[in-house]
């Protein structure tokens, strides 16, 4: 029996089956630069928090927060590239962190240019990450939506980490 | 559909492909009937799929949150390889199979073992010696083996000659990410310009330039070119990726056109290689050093755009003399190209790039320095393995001998390729893990 049609069509069906499998992980690769895009782009426009997260959080920041009261609310540095470590920088009109034109300014690569802000919400301080590449982190978990401070707290941006202080 | 039952989806066109393979080299040989034919080929594919499905069986227990695409991926390559050395001698293709049945032990056991790979780090400077102890044994003597004039394996009696830079590798791109995360801030911050270029503080960057010299400086000692441009790619794209800063990849890129002069120029065998890759058919050295390129290059040239199919390549002329020599090993991609045809390799370097890919993304995912630059050394290195041989055998660059990961014969390069294999899973499984 002549097998050679046979042998023919096992190569090209080798081949068929060989672009469905790369067909099939390309796609999960393209579906992944998709997802990417928009967190990208987020990363560069600095937009107002929602409306609602000020009111939500200054009625309820007694439980959340400590409040500042008389003390002097400040961020220390631990360590981060371009701060001489153990530096504070005052908190009490909140501050900015990125590597752009911001109030602390950070020269680490894992930051985006504006990274986190720490403001003034009703007597407490709150952190929020302002849809940052690489995320921040709060005493080593991931900030999600807007979260408030306590002295002590421990703030990490890429490789750069901060405490906040208020006494 | 979860990440696991994503990697068992894949594990089938793998096998898929196996049984293809095997079926279509029997055919070729014309030597069975049809239904041993489909008997063997059928074995063979549901042996691979078997260990396949042991391997993934582990993943699942071992590190559920993997990247799903790494190790069909390289299923796909072993079934790329085994077809082929198959195709060109069975003991050969018998042992590959050993090999790769202890590569996957070897997998497991790195998986097993360095669950917290993060412990490493404090290993650093141990991995960076034992790497460059191991790329000096093949000069010693009694165990050391030449090839070709570059000093690359230790002989084994009995069990194999060993490729010490194919561990090498995986210990240096361990000790640069390690390093390079402690010190990018200070490379960074500490730098001056001069001259217009921005140069790393010198205090930080000198244990760098060190241990790069060390490797180069074996490298001249095993006057290996390939493996020297894997060192040095991977360290620059470390590098680069761990300062963000352009020149030092320039100043790097600098010192290795300085290096690569000096060996193209005064060590014999590399000025060889470099004058045969400038003019690969000149007639005067078809008889000798450039035999091997020229039937590299025609033979791909005779694959076509869908190849001659399974088996159907020439690989030897009618007395018996080999047409494509050290065709299991270093010119297997040649014969892949002749087989399967252009269509059939750029499926094959896109395997590849997808594999790179996968490697990239999960050092994008994770959530430390080490980890991403640990992730990203690995990519790097292999993909410019990938590159130095299929570079070498195209043509594109000095052929040089190292091995197609996954797919040449070799057992270092399957082991050592296995261990970079559990590394990249074990940094995505930790990023991909939900807090």
Redesign the interface.
């Known amino acids: 029996?002549n097998?050679e049609p046979?042998?023919?069509a096992?190569?090209?069906?080798?081949?068929v089956?060989?672009?469905?499998?790369?067909l099939?992980?390309?796609r999960?690769?393209l579906k992944?630069l998709r997802r990417a895009q928009p967190s990208a782009d987020a990363a560069y426009v600095e937009e107002a928090p929602p409306a609602d997260a000020t009111a939500m959080h200054s009625a309820a920041d007694d439980m959340l927060g400590d409040h500042v009261g008389g003390g002097e609310p400040r961020l220390v540095v631990e360590h981060a590239?371009?701060h001489p470590d153990g530096i504070a920088y005052d908190l009490s009109s909140g501050a900015t962190l990125g590597r752009g034109n911001v109030e602390i300014r950070l020269?680490?690569?894992?930051a985006s240019s504006q990274h986190a802000r720490i403001e003034r919400q009703g007597g407490v301080l709150v952190l929020e990450d302002l849809g940052s590449t690489n995320g921040t982190f709060l005493n080593e978990?991931?900030l999600r939506g807007i979260q408030p401070l306590h002295h002590g707290d421990r703030i990490r941006i890429?490789?750069s980490e901060f405490s906040y202080l208020q006494d | 559909m979860s990440a696991r039952n994503r990697e068992l989806l894949?594990l089938i066109?793998?096998s898929?492909?196996v049984t293809?393979?095997f079926?279509?080299v029997f055919?070729?040989r014309?030597s069975l009937s049809?239904n041993e034919l489909s008997d063997l080929s059928l074995t063979y594919g549901l042996i691979f799929l078997g260990l396949c499905l042991g391997a993934h069986i582990f993943l699942r227990i071992a590190l559920p949150y993997a990247d799903p695409?790494l190790f069909?991926?390289v299923a796909?390559l072993a079934c790329f390889g085994l077809v082929m050395i198959y195709r060109i001698d069975d003991t050969l293709a018998r042992q590959q199979a050993q090999w790769f049945v202890v590569g996957l032990l070897l997998f497991a056991a790195t998986i097993v073992f360095l669950r917290d790979y993060r412990k490493l780090e404090q290993y650093r400077y141990v991995i960076a010696a034992a790497s460059l102890a191991l790329l000096c044994l093949p000069r010693l003597p009694v165990i050391g083996a030449q090839v070709n004039g570059a000093y690359l394996g230790i002989r084994i009696p009995g069990v194999m000659v060993f490729q010490p830079t194919e561990f090498a590798k995986l210990g240096i791109v361990i000790f640069l990410a390690s390093y390079l995360r402690d010190t990018r801030?200070?490379l960074?911050?500490g730098a001056r310009r001069v001259l217009g270029v921005t140069l790393p503080p010198l205090k930080h960057f000198a244990p760098l330039l060190l241990v790069w010299g060390m490797a180069m400086l074996l490298l001249i000692v095993i006057r290996d070119l390939g493996s020297s441009l894997m060192f040095f790619g991977a360290f620059l794209a470390l590098l680069y990726v761990a300062?963000?800063r352009f020149s030092f990849v320039f100043i790097g890129l600098l010192l290795f056109g300085i290096g690569a002069w000096y060996l193209g120029t005064h060590v014999s065998h590399v000025t060889d290689r470099v004058d045969v890759w400038l003019d690969p058919l000149n007639p005067a050295r078809y008889g000798n050093e450039g035999y091997q390129i020229a039937n590299s290059l025609f033979a791909q040239a005779d694959g076509g755009l869908?190849?001659r199919?399974?088996?159907g390549a020439l690989l030897e002329t009618p007395n018996g003399f080999p047409l494509l020599p050290a065709r299991e090993t270093d010119l297997i991609y040649a014969l892949i190209v002749n087989e399967?045809g252009l269509?059939?390799a750029a499926?094959l370097l896109?395997?590849y790039l997808?594999f790179v890919?996968?490697g990239f993304?999960t050092a994008l995912l994770a959530r430390d320095?080490f980890s991403t630059l640990l992730a990203v050394g690995l990519a790097a290195v292999f993909a410019l393995q990938v590159f130095v041989i299929v570079g070498g055998v195209t043509n594109v660059i000095p052929l040089t001998g190292v091995t197609l990961p996954f797919v040449s014969y070799g057992g270092s390069s399957i082991l050592a390729n296995f261990v970079l294999l559990a590394l990249l899973l074990l940094v995505s499984d930790k990023a991909r893990r939900p807090?």
């Open positions: 029996m097998l046979v042998s023919v096992l190569k090209l069906g080798f081949l089956v060989l672009y469905l499998f790369l099939w992980v390309v999960s690769a992944d590239a371009g020269e680490d690569p894992f978990e991931q890429g490789d | 894949g066109p793998a898929l492909l293809a393979g079926a279509a055919i070729e014309g049809q695409y069909p991926l796909v801030q200070v960074v911050v300062t963000n869908l190849g199919g399974f088996g399967l269509v059939g499926a896109i395997v997808m890919e996968r993304k320095s807090a």
